[in-house]
């Protein structure tokens, strides 16, 4: 997958002139990334990247991987000079301050560690520090074509994960040991690794973030399997409910339920809707049936280089829906000590509606 990190740069150059901040400051993180398509570990030494309004972007970095940064995409869109090493002796806090306005409102990413964050407060005094979340969350917000593809891709291979894990035997083995075959099945399907694999039987499926443990999977457990991993730097993840056998008594009527409050959901997005409303399609579902204080988590969050980032499908969100966006439905009804039910889908947001990147069956699958 390739990625234009200048004209992104470019985007983020022009969203801080019109928040009238003096510059963007972004450590090693999925945002760092998204610009500059380098991948640092955050460490104790700094690494970090100023986006000034106007003029060049400078990454700062230990002498020691000032290499590293010259060799990674980010050295094929920033010149020699805008890749500044630091070398051991030398504050490179001082550094990053000269770089800096003397004064202003200065954006920092989230993922800046706070040592770093407290030690550029005392170098540079007169500078306002205010988060960068809400101008970086608006552009990754909105994927490109070449995201899209990724994003697709990790999809395919979530649903066929699904696919044969259903073929397999859950009653009478642990809950990791269904797990560890989940995650090896993301891998086979071209992820690079699996992230989380969630699989919770019985009463535990009542508890949304569910570990895997060593309970074994009984007749008549509801399982429910929310999993998913990277590809080619973007994510899947998804989410089946699945019974061993018989289903306890209730079960298929709550389950039909999160169903229609799913579907419901995913008919409500297209561009121009507020966020909110998407929650508000599936917890009317949900309300309706007497089953609202059961479903207690907001109803999706977006993905890309991160299976949690913005925009987050919660009451309260007026992010207007853009084509582009990419997000989680996932509306859930979880009766405690008995059984839950989540049905959850990645979709994108359309020119006139919206596709659904999870193809897998979302009837009730009888596993044995």
């Known amino acids: 997958m390739t990625a234009d990190h200048v004209t992104r740069r470019e985007r983020l150059a022009a969203e801080a002139a019109e928040e009238r901040l003096t510059a963007v400051v972004v450590a090693p993180s999925p945002d760092l990334v998204y610009l500059t398509g380098y991948g640092p570990m955050p460490l104790e030494r700094l690494t970090a990247l100023v986006i000034p309004p106007d003029g ?3 990454l ?3 002498e020691l991987e000032r290499q ?34 003397r004064e202003g409102r200065v954006a920092i990413g989230d993922r800046m560690w706070a040592s770093h964050v407290l030690a550029l407060q005392r170098t540079a005094p007169a500078i306002s520090f205010e988060p960068a979340s809400e101008i970086i969350g608006r552009l990754r917000a909105v994927k490109d074509p070449d995201e899209l593809g990724a994003l697709r891709r990790a999809a395919r291979g979530a649903d066929e ?7 397999l035997r859950f009653l009478g083995r642990r809950e990791e040991e269904v797990a560890e075959d989940i995650a090896r099945l993301l891998v086979e399907h071209g992820h690079a690794r699996a992230d989380f694999t969630i699989v919770a039987s019985g009463p535990n499926s009542a508890s949304p973030h569910h570990e895997p443990s060593g309970r074994t999977i009984l007749p008549r457990d509801v399982v429910v399997l ?6 080619a730097g973007y994510f899947s993840d998804t989410t089946r409910t699945v ?35 998407v929650d508000r399609a599936a917890r009317r579902i949900i309300d309706g049936a007497g089953y609202g204080e059961r479903f207690f988590h907001r109803t999706g969050h977006g993905i890309g280089l991160e299976v949690h980032e913005p925009p987050y499908i919660i009451e309260g969100s007026e992010t207007v829906l853009t084509p582009g966006m990419t997000f989680s439905v996932e509306p859930g009804v979880y009766v405690a000590g008995r059984f839950g039910v989540r049905i959850e889908d990645i979709v994108a947001v359309t020119a006139d509606g919206v596709e659904r990147l999870n193809r897998s069956t979302r009837e009730l699958q009888i596993v044995d």
């Open 56 to 58: 060049d972007a400078v």
């Open 60 to 62: 700062v970095v230990p």
């Open 68 to 101: 590293l940064a010259l060799d990674s995409p980010a050295g094929q869109t920033l010149d020699g000079h805008q890749v500044v090493g630091w070398r051991n002796g030398e504050d490179p806090y001082a550094i990053l301050a000269s770089i800096l306005p």
């Open 161 to 167: 994960t699904f696919r044969q894990i259903c073929s």
């Open 226 to 231: 929310d999993f998913g991993g990277e590809l």
């Open 243 to 277: 019974v061993v056998g018989e289903a306890p008594a209730g079960f298929e009527e709550v389950y039909r339920l999160v169903q229609e409050a799913q579907d419901a959901a995913v008919k409500a997005v297209r561009p121009g809707v507020a966020a909110q409303e």
